[in-house]
Structure formats: C-alpha cells, structure tokens
C-alpha cells in the first residue's frame, strides 16, 4: 500500500478512497457508533470487521477509526463532561498507557485468533450474567485485579484495538452512574486514541486518504451522537446497566464471528 506524503498530495486520485467508499463508510458508522453512543464503548468494535472487509486494509481501518472514535467522544462530552471522575480517569488511563506498549511489542508474537476468541467467549458469558445477575455481577474488584484488567486493555488496544472490551468490564464495576460512566470512558478514548493516531503518524503508517474517509464519517457519527444524547437521559440506571450487558454479548458475538468464520 502506497504511502502519501505531503509532497505527494497533487498526485492524488479525486477522490481517493472512491466516493462510493466514502459513503458505504459514512453509512456503517452511523449506525455502529450509534450504538456505541449510549455506552462510550463499542464503537470501533463493532466497525472494524466491516472496515476490513470493505477495505482490506488494517492502517486505514485503524487510522478512520481512531479519528472517528474521537469525534464521537467528544460530542459526548459536550453535554457530559462535567461528569468526568477524573480520579479514575488519571487511574485507567495511566494503566492503559502502561499496558499498550506491551501489546505493540507482541502484536507479531501472540496467537492472535486464539486470544481474541477467548476474549468474545468471556464477553458474552460476563454480559449474560450480567442480564440475570445484575447485583452480584456489579460488585467491585480488588485493586490488583482493576490494575491487571486495565494494563491487559492497554496491551490488547495496542496489540488488536479491541481494548475497550476489558475496560468496559472495568467501568462497569467502578463507574456505575450511567453520566460518570459515559462521560469518563469518553475522555479516556480521547487520550488513548490521539496517543495511538501518534503513534501511527510517527510510525509512517498513517496515510493522507484517511482524512476524507474520516471526514464523511465524522458526520454521520455526530448526527448519530446527537440522536443519542436526546434519547441516553430517558435510560432508567438499570436499564443502562442492562444495555451495557447487551452491548458486551453484541461485541463479543461479533468477535467470536469474525474469529471463527470470516478471518
């Protein structure tokens, strides 16, 4: 796959990825980062194996993405960030931050599929428990095992973006209140996804043809965010915690599907 610089931008199709491309992009994420909306979570997660099938390419998959998931971030924290627990966002961040470069470094040596189905058995097992044994499943974890579960997040965004599983699990134990929830998560995709677009950019893999691709997404994903700020509020405290067990069986059964019968 070429590489664009910004020398190179005159040598460029019109419209490179193809119109059609753009719009197929900008028609999946409204409906994915809609549902991811309600949460903060999920997003990416659910896009990325639509990404790659239209695609074929993981660096401008990623790079859409990681913008995408910013922008959507921050049309919730527009309403919501005074919500922020910035205690535990210092707490996951820092953990994730930690974890990620171990991910990076062994994103070639680890078994990939094998993780990843592992990690979409135990999503859809934690979510349906989550549906028939609210109380019990929402009890806090010891210290050790909040710091173990956030540095495995960083390592598996860094190694597989799919990091967000993990600390879903997280933010359900400590973060309760759906406004602190949401708010918090967000803001902790901000400073994760610039920090990994960086990455990107320093790496030499960040390529100019995701910046329209990223363009016509942005505005079907804030259409999407501002659809759900008007509906997320009407969310009773349980029926938010029941919505983010379903979201936890929807992303692990799209990532044991993806695992086992598309890659």
């Known amino acids: 796959m070429m590489l664009y610089g910004w020398a190179e931008l005159a040598t460029l199709t019109p419209v490179d990825p193809p119109l059609t491309t753009l ?4 028609l999946l994420v409204s409906f994915t980062h809609f549902v991811g909306s309600f949460a903060a979570y999920g997003s990416s997660l659910l896009a990325m194996p639509f990404f790659m099938a239209l695609t074929r390419d993981l660096h401008f998959s990623v790079g859409v993405l990681l913008i ?3 922008v959507q971030a921050a049309v919730i924290l527009r309403k919501n960030h005074r919500f922020i627990d910035w ?3 210092v ?3 820092g953990a994730m931050i930690l974890g990620a470069p171990i991910g990076i470094l ?3 040596r680890l078994p990939r599929r094998e993780i990843l189905i592992l990690l979409g058995i135990v999503l859809v097992s934690l979510g349906s428990l989550g549906l028939v044994r609210q109380r019990e499943i929402h009890r806090r974890w010891p210290p050790m095992a909040n710091l173990l579960v956030l540095m495995g997040a960083g390592a598996l965004h860094g190694a597989f973006a799919s990091g967000g599983s993990l600390l879903i699990l997280y933010a359900r134990s400590e973060l309760p209140n759906k406004q602190a929830l949401r708010a918090t998560l967000a803001m902790v995709w901000i400073v994760i996804d610039l920090l990994l677009l960086l990455r990107l950019v320093l790496s030499g893999h960040f390529e100019l043809r995701v910046l329209p691709a990223a363009a016509f997404g942005s505005v079907a994903v804030v259409a ?6 008007t509906l997320v509020g009407k969310f009773s405290q349980r029926a938010f915690m029941l919505l983010i067990s379903f979201l936890l069986i929807l992303s692990g059964t799209v990532t044991l599907v993806r695992m086992l019968w598309i890659d």
């Open 87 to 89: 205690k535990r966002l």
């Open 68 to 70: 995408l998931g910013s």
């Open 91 to 93: 707490k996951v961040s």
């Open 106 to 108: 062994l994103m070639d």
């Open 224 to 229: 999407a965010g501002l659809v759900v700020e």
């Open 23 to 26: 719009l197929l992009i900008a």
